[in-house]
């Protein structure tokens, strides 16, 4: 079975210490955008790596959230 890959619109990452973010933009098979973040994170010798997709329905009410949620960090810092 050959494995196919959604071809990348749109890449970036933030490196915070032991961990990265990579923020892909990617096409889903209905030609359709969907946010790809992956954590990769590095202790001592094993590498781990977890997945989140986002499809494009979903963005709105995601973005929602995760600026809710920086919002509320960014308050409880000061």
């Given at each position: 079975?050959?494995q196919t890959?959604?071809?990348?619109?749109?890449?970036?990452?933030?490196?915070?210490?032991?961990?990265?973010?990579?923020?892909?933009?990617?096409?889903?098979?209905?030609?359709?955008?969907?946010?790809?973040?992956?954590?990769?994170?590095?202790?001592?010798?094993?590498?781990?790596?977890?997945?989140?997709?986002?499809?494009?329905?979903?963005?709105?009410?995601?973005?929602?959230?995760l600026?809710?949620?920086?919002?509320?960090?960014?308050?409880?810092?000061?």
């Amino acid at each position: 079975m050959q494995q196919t890959f959604a071809p990348t619109l749109f890449s970036t990452k933030a490196t915070v210490g032991r961990r990265t973010y990579f923020f892909d933009v990617k096409t889903a098979k209905n030609s359709k955008p969907f946010l790809k973040i992956t954590q990769s994170e590095i202790n001592g010798e094993e590498k781990k790596k977890s997945y989140l997709n986002v499809f494009d329905s979903e963005v709105p009410n995601f973005h929602s959230a995760l600026t809710e949620a920086v919002d509320y960090i960014n308050q409880s810092a000061k």
